[in-house]
């Protein structure tokens, strides 16, 4: 629908016909606990309605204020903050980015595991540059899609990312830098690279340089009183069911800052 379209349709209509659906989605076979759906020009928001349950085993409504875990969509709001030193010559995407993050340049390309489960190791043939960082060809996977890293993992106590330490983030490479497409953990060393240049925790460089001017107040990497009240909560599959997971919330002091809460209302 075109921006034109969106001024001559009745906003009533709107939303009659994106309610019905939300409410089929969330009471139907199979649902989903919840929605919360929109539809906005550049001027103004046309539609606005949240349905559902923030968890699908307690009574609490979802609402259009509820926040909610970004996760990988954070990768947007860190990569903005880089191209922002970028245009301000601060960061100089094809340098080394060890330059900005020392720890880089001390990972080495995993080439499988010898006969004793070992891992091989070796150099990569070049340094690793945030360019490559942000297009997710520096050489870095996650370990729910690549098999070494899951294997890194269960048999060799490799930290998961979902730890944000230092030691969950200091994986080996997949393969020379450069040479292959890999979506991974590459943002995160990008913020890492941002931390190194500022000086700063990354979400206060967000906070001061994307997050505030666009009045996205609710939108942070830890929970408030104010926010935690209004977490929807995360379920998991089994099956054919959702769980709901009360306990998952970042609580604690991150060495590393990753996922952030945001409520989709501002």
Do not use: C
């Not at 070992?118 to 729910?144: D, E, I, K, M």
């Not at 190194?196 to 997050?211: A, C, E, N, Y």
Request: no cysteine; aromatic share 8%.
């Amino acid at each position: 629908m075109s921006i034109a379209d969106l001024d001559t349709v009745d906003p009533k209509r709107i939303a009659e016909e994106a309610g019905k659906v939300l409410r089929e989605r969330t009471t139907g076979e199979p649902r989903v606990p919840s929605v919360v759906a929109g539809v906005t020009t550049d001027q103004r928001t046309v539609y606005l309605e949240a349905v559902g349950l923030r968890a699908s085993d307690a009574d609490h409504a979802m609402t259009t204020d509820s926040v909610f875990a970004l996760f990988s969509m954070t990768k947007a709001i860190t990569a903005t903050v880089a191209l922002q030193l970028v245009g301000e010559k601060r960061l100089d995407l094809h340098a080394p980015a060890s330059e900005y993050a020392p720890a880089i340049a001390d990972l080495e390309v995993i080439e499988g595991f010898d006969d004793d489960g070992n891992p091989r190791l070796r150099p990569p043939a070049s340094a690793v540059t945030t360019h490559q960082l942000l297009t997710h060809t520096a050489g870095f996977g996650y370990s729910f899609f690549d098999e070494t890293y899951h294997r890194l993992e269960t048999e060799h106590r490799q930290p998961p990312m979902s730890e944000s330490t230092h030691a969950a983030l200091r994986t080996p490479l997949l393969f020379d830098p450069g040479t292959a497409w890999e979506y991974g953990s590459n943002i995160d060393w990008v913020g890492q690279v941002i931390e190194g240049i500022t000086g700063r925790r990354l979400g206060d460089v967000m906070s001061d340089r994307v997050l505030s001017p666009l009045g996205m107040s609710d939108t942070a990497f830890t929970l408030s009183g104010d926010t935690r009240h209004r977490r929807a909560i995360m379920h998991h599959r089994r099956g054919n069911t959702l769980i709901a997971d009360h306990q998952w919330e970042r609580t604690r002091y991150l060495d590393f800052e990753t996922a952030v809460y945001r409520a989709l209302s501002v």
